[in-house]
């Protein structure tokens, strides 16, 4: 949908903003700090995580996922498949990234319990996927592409006639 750098770079703050403001809210809830930590270290664990987030998935994420759901053999005219391609692969791509990043930010407030790191990471990553892709693609994703096409490319297609 986006059609410049600058759409590009709005799309992806909106898109990410939804994401991250769900996403750690969700994994703070599962792992029991929603309720021990002030606003203010929320506020701040909030910017941290959507500063990387937005990097991850402006230069690494996104352009793999762009690469691999262009390069899959359907229909580029359709439209919905193209969403639906695109969309499955970034939620695959960040999930697996940022639940790292969350393990990490875990293991740094000894948060992490006992047992194998590799089987954490793989429970993480199963219950980050359950809950974002059907967000991703049924809440934000429709939500995100009608407003930015109502308020951001409308705006862009009224000032350049």
């Not at 986006?2 to 759409?7: G, L, M, R």
């Not at 709005?10 to 599962?30: D, R």
């Not at 309720?35 to 995580?49: D, H, N, R, T, Y």
């Not at 089987?119 to 809440?139: C, E, G, K, S, V």
Request: glycine letters at 8%; a positive charge.
């Amino acid at each position: 949908m986006p059609t410049s750098k600058k759409e590009q770079i709005i799309f992806g703050l909106m898109m990410c903003t939804g994401m991250v403001v769900v996403m750690m809210f969700f994994n703070l809830w599962h792992s029991g700090l929603l309720g021990k930590m002030s606003p203010l270290e929320i506020l701040l664990q909030f910017i941290l995580c959507f500063v990387i987030a937005f990097l991850v998935e402006s230069f690494i994420v996104g352009p793999v996922a762009r690469k691999i759901a262009f390069s899959l053999p359907f229909d580029k005219s359709n439209k919905i498949l193209g969403v639906l391609a695109m969309s499955f692969f970034m939620v695959i791509g960040m999930v697996l990234i940022m639940s790292l990043y969350g393990m990490i930010s875990a293991y740094l407030a000894n948060q992490l319990s006992g047992g194998s790191i590799f089987h954490t990471y793989l429970h993480t990553i199963a219950r980050n996927f359950i809950l974002a892709l059907p967000y991703q693609l049924i809440i934000l994703g429709p939500l995100v592409r009608y407003v930015f096409g109502k308020f951001i490319r409308e705006k862009a297609t009224v000032v350049v006639s």
